[in-house]
């Protein structure tokens, strides 16, 4: 089948397949990016990983495959740290290394290493496995962060929870602990990652975790604890009673940070396991959400949220009021709105995405005409196709919604609703009606 139209912002792979994002990681003014990938085919398959990096998380340069299946197995997800003190020995003071650790997926699942010191050649630990399985089914996604205690953590998922390692150089790990609590989700426990965030002078700490695709979740999708972690574990302080997805569309799952940026950011796999297999493709499959700035706020409804800002800097022009036509293939639209409002996104052929907010104060989204939908039940499925949010605000409100040719990435309420959802037009949405209440604003790309 065709490829619809490649996004142009975000990252997708030259060939081949590829899924979660991987060993985020900042050094010297570059951004590494590796990601679950399986080069001969565009299904999943032996799983390798993919690398890239860039300059400003936009414009992305493709490097050879990182790492590759060996007798330990595939390489699963896993993450890379800056080791800048050469806390790991595999570098020196002079050329630090970064140490990436993926899950080796074999017999069982255990933990690898791989550093480089030219960032584009990775030579294998000859002590892998350094943290072995005993006996789960599930032990995998190793996200490495900075203990707050000195040395290093790794999180990682075994099943119904997460699991806390600590090491001071990061060939020799011990168990800290373990968390649970508070999961109201079905599915299996995926890439956690686990970081800190200030709100009002305050240090709070993030819990990521990602949740296999259930029906119940609306497929795979990435929710979020928030709490104190003293260097073992980790401990919710404000429990949800129901999962606080970081996105309430469909398509943002396995969403991780990169280490060693001022600023915390995130990127996600661009996809719901629910369809991967089946949506529109030729040479390629999967793409990544935008990077997106992370912060906490407190919103006036539900104590504090996380809120999500999306990298595009430089892309788009400085905006016009809308004439009802749009660029088609890429760009960012500002709705601004008050009560009930609806966007109607259309392209010559007919078919229209639509977004708004309803007469419940309610973000809505429904690509169940937006383009092909044909190719797996579940898409144009109302399970699917369409969301539904409470918002966090009440009154007046702003929409910054991104389209990139196959991806719509929408925000609103300060960045604590943000929806990311596929869509598969057969030519650019070049016109826009909307309520006479809301105000557009167009930007195109310079
Ligand atoms: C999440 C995941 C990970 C695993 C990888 C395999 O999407 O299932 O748990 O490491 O994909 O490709």
Redesign the pocket.
Known sequence: MQNYHRPVLHFTPQKGWI??PNGLVYENGNYHLFA?HYPDDIQ?GP?HWYHAVSKDLVHWQHLPIALAPDELG?I???SAVYDAENTSGFGSKEHPPIVAMY?S?GETEQQSLAWSVDFVHFHKYEGNPVIPNTALP?F??PKILPNPQGGWTVVL?AGDRVVFYASQNLKDWEKTGEFYEGNHSAG?W??PDLFPLMIGGQEKWVLLV?M?AEHENHG?RTQYFLGQFDGKTFVCDQPFSKPEWIDQGYDN??GVTFHNTQQRILMG?GMN?AYSSYIPADTYKGNMTLARKLALVETPMGGIRLAQTPIADGVFDSGTPCDGTLPGGLFRLHIKGSGVGTVTLSNSRGQELTLGVDEQNRLFTDRSRAGAVDFDEDFASDWYAKTLSPRWYEGDWEMDVIFDHTICELFMDEGTLAVTQLVFPDGGYDRVTASPNLQLTVYAPV
Do not use: I, K, L
């Open positions: 899924n979660d679950q999943w799983m595939m699963f997800s896993g899950t997926h599930d995998r996604d998922a299996v995926e890439c990602s296999s795979s799952y396995a796999w396991w």
